[in-house]
């Protein structure tokens, strides 16, 4: 079993309060400075509006080891349940990511594993299985390392996963830990060659002398492999720890960020990157901000934001110079005096930004917020979604328990027009951008039955709560939903609680 490592701590020499805690997250020492498609086809995108397709337990390294036996345990089903008690912190999932057709659905976790899922396909007798996922290939992407020069222990934790469009029949993927990505080639393979001519059928060199026939090597059929190999490891680029990975629209170059600088990429380079934001202060002692998200824009190569931990967004065009340090777009909402708090500063902090796959608008996920800005519109957003704004009162108590400082990621469905996102008690919120309505979901062991139909939550903040309400003070903050995905063209998604991998379709389909 995997063994998860304690926290990475910068160098004495690069020492600086905002850099202390992961990913760049602020310290308490801050001072307090297409056509769209409906969320659902019933109103209100009330009860009834999503079921559970399947809910899977990521394996653990004791798993897999039974799965290598028996081709068959390669595929996991609904039954592979087991209790939370046996999840490991290696187990924990860290990031989910489906790839642009929707047939796979990756995740990492805390053991420096990638898991990939393939989605059933649909038979006559079985219609409605074709929204299950089951495993399909299990690799160790990352090993816990340590830098001997710098005195740190360097986790396997993969932080994020990114898919680039298959181009013939294998898949790639990029992965990444704290500082180093690596470009993986996923396969099958059902044949394997045999009749060498220079070695035996048990693979032993045969004496020269022996050879008196020439024969032709011929392919024979086996049971279905899929192998995972890494093809590029792009290492030693990053002083930081990596938060962001985003492939580039040319499909040749992917950028790598880190909480002060941003490096760009070549797929067929590894030992070379280039440099094309770096914030980081002549004096460490001056620094105000640092990175915490950048994405490239789906269309255009040329283009891509990144925001920070002052709840500011930048938007970057490389033609205009080779260093994008000077921004070209610069969105940020004018902070109302009324609302100022010890907290404010933390709790503005972006950990998420997503272009929506029109290139038209900026999602972005603060502590209490989701917000969506029209890439025209600098001054404020077009849309602001209050997530969980009931913990507002709760924020000193979040904050002592650092809650406060964790990072929800945001995603699009495929049409632009209904956001998702998580939140705590393994809830999670959609917002229909069209209609305004919104709706919080619940990801739990009580409703794990396949194809049982998930009733909406509501939380009580005061007052006398009704029966089917949870209050506020009986929320559980260490059970999270931080990592979610939407499949790129059907209402399919994927959210991630703990060790446990929740796969949701909409009912009508």
């Known amino acids: 079993m995997l063994l998860s490592l304690p926290a990475l701590h910068l160098q004495t020499s690069e020492y600086h309060p905002l850099l202390q805690l992961p990913h760049g997250r602020l310290g308490p020492w801050c001072s307090p400075t297409g056509s769209p498609a409906p969320l659902s086809r019933e ?44 999840a490991t912190e290696a187990d924990i999932i860290s990031t989910v990511e489906f790839n ?17 899922f393939q989605r059933e396909q649909e038979s006559k007798n079985q219609v409605h299985r074709r929204g299950e996922y089951n495993v399909y290939s299990t690799f160790q992407s990352h090993e816990p390392e340590f830098d001997y020069l710098k005195s740190l222990e360097i986790e396997e934790k993969i932080n994020k996963i990114r898919w680039l469009p298959q181009q013939n029949a294998a898949y790639f993927l990029l992965s990444t830990n704290d500082k180093t990505v ?127 931990s002052k709840g500011t967004i930048r938007l970057c065009d490389m033609r205009a110079s080779a260093l994008c340090d000077r921004h070209t777009k610069f969105f940020e909402e004018p902070e109302d005096p009324s609302n100022r708090s010890f907290f404010s500063e933390i709790i503005s902090s972006i950990s998420d930004v997503k272009f929506s796959h029109s290139g ?28 969980h704004d009931y913990l507002r009162s709760k924020l000193c108590s979040l904050y002592e328990n650092d809650c406060i400082f964790d990072k929800f990621e945001c995603v699009w469905n495929g049409s632009d027009s209904v956001i998702m996102t998580g939140s705590y008690n393994n809830f999670f919120r959609m917002f229909d951008r069209n ?3 919104d709706v919080t979901l ?49 209402n399919i998604i994927a959210v991630a609680a703990t060790n446990n991998l929740y796969i949701f379709q909409d009912k009508v389909n």
């Open 360 to 387: 038209r608008y900026i999602m972005t996920r603060d502590y209490l917020t989701v917000k969506v800005w029209d890439l025209n519109m600098e001054n404020r957003p077009i849309e602001t979604y209050q997530v």
């Open 435 to 437: 209609t305004k309505r």
């Open 182 to 308: 690596k470009l993986w080639k996923v396969s099958e393979r059902d044949k394997r060659p045999e009749g060498y001519n220079l070695k035996d059928e048990e693979g032993r060199l045969r004496d020269p002398a022996t050879i008196t026939t020439l024969r032709v090597p011929v392919l024979r059929p086996m049971d279905l492999m899929v192998e995972a190999t890494p093809r590029r490891v792009f290492a030693n680029a990053h002083t930081y720890h990596i938060n962001s990975i985003s492939v580039n629209s040319d499909y040749e170059t992917y950028m790598s960020a880190d909480d002060l600088r941003i490096n760009l990429w070549n797929f067929e380079i590894t030992n070379q990157s280039f440099n094309i934001v770096d914030i980081k202060p002549a004096n460490m002692e001056e620094l105000t901000e640092v990175i915490t998200a950048a994405e490239f824009h789906p269309h255009h190569c040329n283009t891509f934001v990144y925001s920070s």
């Open 442 to 490: 619940e990801a739990s062991r009580e409703n794990s039955k396949p194809r049982a139909i998930l009733k909406p939550r509501k939380v009580c903040v005061g007052g006398k709560r009704r029966k089917d309400e949870i209050s506020v003070d009986s929320l559980d903050f260490s059970k999270k939903i931080l990592h979610t995905a939407w499949h790129p063209s059907e």
């Open 43 to 86: 109103p209100g995108c009330g009860e009834g509006s999503w079921i559970l397709v399947c809910r899977l337990l990521v394996p653990t390294q004791v798993s897999l080891l039974s799965m290598e036996e028996d081709i068959d345990t390669r595929k996991i089903n609904n039954s592979f349940l087991r209790d939370h008690s046996y």
């Open 100 to 116: 642009h057709t929707g047939e796979l659905l990756a995740t990492g976790d805390k053991g420096g594993r990638v898991v990939i």
